[in-house]
């Protein structure tokens, strides 16, 4: 196997600052944006790239219902997310959110189906981290735990249950003692 590696960064893209430009291939566009995220005049580009986005849903006439148009290309909502996504953290991402919230009602930050995806998928590794803590530290200092406890630990959801159960796991004798008062 030989492997080419592709390497896009600002020296290669152009920076996009007109919208019309933007629109003829959002590909491009969402790619220069990312590259130049450092850019100073990151703005400006953000600026064309909305309108652009926004220009691109007037002539498929989307919705920006998340699905792909007729032809299988990605739609603005996906350009939309992959540019916030891209942005990480920091100013870029916020203004970009600023932009989208004005182009696109359905935007990441609003609480789509991504943002909310990945909201409840981190909360349950979080449960599920937790839960197997508490089963660690009960079998580290020796105590038995029964089929029924450790169905209970496994399957519970709620973090702050979780947390008193753990403080409980510290210290309990018995595997049962972890939900005493409940």
């Known amino acids: 196997m030989v492997v080419f590696p592709l390497v896009l960064g600002p020296g290669i893209l152009p920076v996009i600052t007109e919208a019309d430009e933007a629109a003829r291939d959002l590909g491009v566009a969402v790619f220069s944006a990312l590259a130049h995220a450092k ?15 926004a220009d691109d849903a007037d002539k498929s006439g989307s919705e920006g219902n998340g699905e792909t148009d007729e032809g299988g290309d990605v739609d603005r ?3 939309a997310e992959i540019v916030e996504i891209g942005l990480g953290e920091g100013p870029g991402r916020d203004y970009w959110r600023h932009l989208m919230a004005t182009y696109t009602p359905n935007f990441p930050g609003s609480n789509t189906i991504v943002e909310e995806s990945w909201r ?3 909360a349950k590794g979080q449960a599920e981290g937790k839960a197997e803590d508490i ?4 079998e580290v200092r020796g105590v038995e735990i029964p089929d029924s406890v450790r ?5 519970c959801t709620d973090l702050d249950v979780l947390g008193t159960w753990l403080d409980r796991s ?4 018995r595997a049962e003692e972890l939900f005493v008062g409940e």
């Open 39 to 53: 850019d100073p005049g990151l703005t400006a580009i953000l600026d064309a790239l909305a309108s652009g986005v």
């Open 135 to 138: 089963l660690h530290i009960l």
């Open 120 to 122: 409840e998928g981190r």
């Open 151 to 155: 169905e209970r630990v496994a399957e």
């Open 170 to 173: 510290l210290s309990a004798v």
């Open 77 to 79: 909502v996906d350009w």
